[in-house]
C-alpha cells in the first residue's frame, strides 16, 4: 500500500546493488493515490536516486490527472502513466531500450 511505498523504493534501489551486475534496475509501478499518505514527486524522487548506479522508473497505473502530477516532479524520463495495462509491456520495452542507448552512447 502507499503508505510503504518510499521505504520499499529505498530498499530496492539499496539492494539492487548488492549483488554484480551490467546494468540495475528498480520499478515502482503504482496506483498514482500517493498523495493521500503523504507522498510526493520530490520524496519519490529523491528516493529514487539514492544511489547513481541504478535506473528508477515509476510507472502510474490510475487516473491521469494525479499520475501525471507526479511524473511531472520526476526528472523526465523517471515517470511515465499508463491508463491501459495492455501498454505495460511496450513502456518496460522503451524504457530498457533508452537505458541500452544511453549505455552505448556512454562507451564511445
Do not use: W
Amino acid at each position: 500500500s502507499g503508505d510503504n511505498t518510499v521505504g520499499c523504493l529505498r530498499l530496492a534501489v539499496e539492494r539492487v546493488v548488492e549483488e554484480p551486475a551490467d546494468d540495475y534496475f528498480v520499478f515502482l509501478v503504482s496506483d498514482a493515490n500517493l498523495t493521500r499518505y503523504g507522498i510526493t514527486a520530490p520524496i519519490l524522487s529523491e528516493s529514487m536516486q539514492r544511489e547513481r548506479r541504478v535506473h528508477s522508473y515509476a510507472i502510474f497505473i490510475a487516473g491521469q490527472e494525479d499520475a501525471q502530477a507526479l511524473v511531472d516532479g520526476l526528472r523526465p524520463g523517471q515517470g511515465r502513466v499508463c491508463l491501459d495495462t495492455r501498454k505495460l509491456p511496450q513502456i518496460f520495452k522503451d524504457i530498457f531500450s533508452s537505458v541500452l542507448v544511453q549505455n552505448s552512447r556512454s562507451s564511445l
